[in-house]
């Protein structure tokens, strides 16, 4: 069957994507950005690829008319604050396009949306249900509360709280309950949901065996990782400390985590397990999801990460916008150097950032990143999501990676800092040499400013970076 995939850059979407083509069909990708995006080589004559830009009605003419299925998983929780009506719109924008196409089954991912009262987040995710019902196909939607896995948001939060914490003063929401459910166990419901008459024109929740409070995620995750961890909570705490708690804290942006707050402190517990007869799936426990996104880190195989998601940082614009890195009005930082071994020279190129660092200065690499935190940035936290490969559109620390060529050695990219302008940063194995260019293009006199009071570390961090290397 053909299948079109909205996300598929995405979290979700690029795991389904494997699923999707491994079971034959022939997959239609709806990308905004086809720059970042990057499937496997192997699935280049499986899948075909249409820009989209769901606020466009006029770009939605490119979906092909000849689908039978569509899944949709569009969600704008941390690019806006009027998310809401924004993703409204594309729900909207996305039903009509469908509606002229031979489309027979539509499915949407969506939150547990139980309780009277809802977050703003599972709120919206309710009225995109409801748009989307609307059209002339049957209907499906899945409501999912916390997702675990490599690279989830909800697991990396996790993951970075209870790692860097031993100690914690947590907010009263952590005594919320909810009732996590693992990724592969989310694949395997939407997978087997495809064209199955008995999901049509209704709405499942989807969750593990275990109903949980955050509290009790928490000290699970440290048992799974051998640690002692002391959380007490509070009722001192607000939302808006909350938020800034985790921002600090974690990786994640502060609309993200505001967002995270807010939703939390409504109980995301399913209402009946009936889908899992239906289809066949056993979801597995907490731990046992804890156990196998662990084990995917473990080989370095982690298909894909939240981070690496425009989500991560609020940027809407397409790379496109960047990869042309402008000279007029620019400052720049130039450094060459000889190279003796050109594979091991892109191979550190390659491995830049994340665990590795940037071969000099990492403390004002760090320095940098907490100051870009105390500003709304998204900090260094991020790291990179696979330790040896990168694409086009990933999160690499506070970059975004903007042209990956490893053949031609060329690595561009551009910086999710908070700045008073903007910067690119390029790295070009050309006759021998390593070109190192630092380009920032400064907004007003601050971002002169800004240029000559960073640039006396210039010197000292990108003259270390070159020469570490292109050494043997």
Same mark, same amino acid.
């Given at each position: 069957?053909?299948?079109?995939?909205?996300?598929?850059?995405?979290?979700?979407?690029?795991?389904?994507?494997?699923?999707?083509?491994?079971?034959?069909?022939?997959?239609?990708?709806?990308?905004?950005?086809?720059?970042?995006?990057?499937?496997?080589?192997?699935?280049?004559?499986?899948?075909?690829?249409?820009?989209?830009?769901?606020?466009?009605?006029?770009?939605?003419?490119?979906?092909?008319?000849?689908?039978?299925?569509?899944?949709?998983?569009?969600?704008?929780?941390?690019?806006?604050?009027?998310?809401?009506?924004?993703?409204?719109?594309?729900?909207?924008?996305?039903?009509?396009?469908?509606?002229?196409?031979?489309?027979?089954?539509?499915?949407?991912?969506?939150?547990?949306?139980?309780?009277?009262?809802?977050?703003?987040?599972?709120?919206?995710?309710?009225?995109?249900?409801?748009?989307?019902?609307?059209?002339?196909?049957?209907?499906?939607?899945?409501?999912?509360?916390?997702?675990?896995?490599?690279?989830?948001?909800?697991?990396?939060?996790?993951?970075?709280?209870?790692?860097?914490?031993?100690?914690?003063?947590?907010?009263?929401?952590?005594?919320?309950?909810?009732?996590?459910?693992?990724?592969?166990?989310?694949?395997?419901?939407?997978?087997?949901?495809?064209?199955?008459?008995?999901?049509?024109?209704?709405?499942?929740?989807?969750?593990?065996?275990?109903?949980?409070?955050?509290?009790?995620?928490?000290?699970?995750?440290?048992?799974?990782?051998?640690?002692?961890?002391?959380?007490?909570? =509070?009722? #001192?705490?607000?939302?808006?400390?909350?938020?800034?708690? +985790?921002?600090? %804290? /974690?990786?994640? $942006? @502060?609309?993200?985590?505001?967002?995270?707050?807010?939703?939390?402190? =409504?109980? #995301?517990?399913?209402?009946?397990?009936?889908?899992?007869? +239906?289809?066949? %799936? /056993?979801?597995? $426990? @907490?731990?046992?999801?804890?156990?196998?996104?662990?084990?995917?880190?473990?080989?370095?195989?982690?298909?894909?990460?939240?981070?690496?998601?425009?989500?991560?940082?609020?940027?809407?614009?397409?790379?496109?916008?960047?990869?042309?890195?402008?000279?007029?009005?620019?400052?720049?930082?130039?450094?060459?150097?000889?190279?003796?071994?050109?594979?091991?020279?892109?191979?550190?190129?390659?491995?830049?950032?994340?665990?590795?660092?940037?071969?000099?200065?990492?403390?004002?690499?760090?320095?940098?990143?907490?100051?870009?935190?105390?500003?709304?940035?998204?900090?260094?936290?991020?790291?990179?999501?696979?330790?040896?490969?990168?694409?086009?559109?990933?999160?690499?620390?506070?970059?975004?990676?903007?042209?990956?060529?490893?053949?031609?050695?060329?690595?561009?990219?551009?910086?999710?800092?908070?700045?008073?302008?903007?910067?690119?940063?390029?790295?070009?194995?050309?006759?021998?040499?390593?070109?190192?260019?630092?380009?920032?293009?400064?907004?007003?006199?601050?971002?002169?400013?800004?240029?000559?009071?960073?640039?006396?570390?210039?010197?000292?961090?990108?003259?270390?970076?070159?020469?570490?290397?292109?050494?043997?």
């Amino acid at each position: 069957m053909k299948i079109l995939l909205t996300g598929s850059t995405g979290y979700i979407g690029k795991r389904l994507l494997n699923v999707l083509v491994e079971q034959g069909h022939q997959v239609v990708c709806c990308v905004r950005d086809a720059k970042r995006f990057s499937p496997p080589e192997l699935y280049l004559d499986k899948i075909e690829v249409v820009e989209v830009d769901l606020l466009d009605k006029n770009s939605l003419s490119t979906i092909p008319k000849d689908i039978d299925g569509a899944y949709y998983l569009v969600h704008s929780m941390s690019t806006s604050k009027d998310y809401k009506s924004l993703e409204e719109q594309c729900a909207s924008n996305f039903r009509e396009a469908i509606d002229k196409t031979n489309t027979k089954h539509v499915i949407y991912l969506s939150g547990i949306v139980n309780e009277d009262e809802l977050s703003e987040h599972l709120s919206s995710r309710l009225n995109v249900e409801k748009e989307l019902e609307k059209g002339n196909y049957h209907f499906t939607a899945l409501r999912a509360g916390i997702i675990i896995g490599s690279g989830s948001a909800s697991f990396e939060i996790i993951r970075d709280l209870v790692e860097k914490l031993p100690i914690m003063i947590t907010p009263k929401w952590l005594m919320t309950k909810c009732q996590p459910i693992g990724i592969r166990d989310v694949i395997s419901f939407l997978s087997k949901s495809l064209m199955n008459p008995a999901t049509y024109n209704q709405n499942f929740d989807i969750g593990g065996p275990d109903i949980l409070t955050y509290r009790e995620m928490l000290l699970g995750f440290a048992k799974e990782r051998g640690l002692k961890r002391k959380i007490w909570t =509070v009722p #001192v705490m607000t939302p808006r400390l909350s938020s800034y708690w +985790l921002y600090f %804290v /974690t990786s994640t $942006s @502060y609309k993200l985590a505001s967002s995270l707050v807010d939703s939390m402190k =409504v109980e #995301v517990v399913c209402r009946d397990t009936r889908i899992n007869e +239906l289809l066949g %799936v /056993t979801p597995s $426990s @907490y731990q046992k999801s804890l156990e196998y996104a662990f084990a995917k880190i473990k080989n370095n195989e982690v298909l894909s990460s939240w981070k690496d998601a425009y989500a991560s940082s609020g940027l809407t614009d397409t790379i496109s916008d960047f990869i042309e890195v402008p000279t007029y009005g620019c400052f720049r930082d130039v450094k060459e150097a000889e190279y003796d071994n050109i594979e091991q020279c892109i191979q550190r190129i390659w491995s830049i950032g994340g665990e590795t660092g940037w071969y000099s200065g990492n403390w004002l690499w760090k320095l940098r990143g907490y100051l870009d935190k105390l500003v709304g940035g998204v900090g260094l936290r991020r790291g990179r999501t696979n330790p040896d490969t990168i694409h086009a559109g990933d999160a690499l620390d506070f970059w975004r990676v903007l042209y990956a060529n490893k053949e031609e050695g060329r690595l561009l990219l551009f910086a999710e800092m908070k700045l008073p302008g903007e910067a690119w940063l390029e790295f070009k194995v050309e006759k021998g040499k390593l070109i190192q260019t630092a380009t920032f293009r400064p907004l007003g006199v601050l971002g002169r400013a800004y240029w000559y009071a960073v640039f006396p570390f210039h010197g000292f961090i990108f003259k270390g970076m070159i020469r570490n290397i292109t050494k043997v």
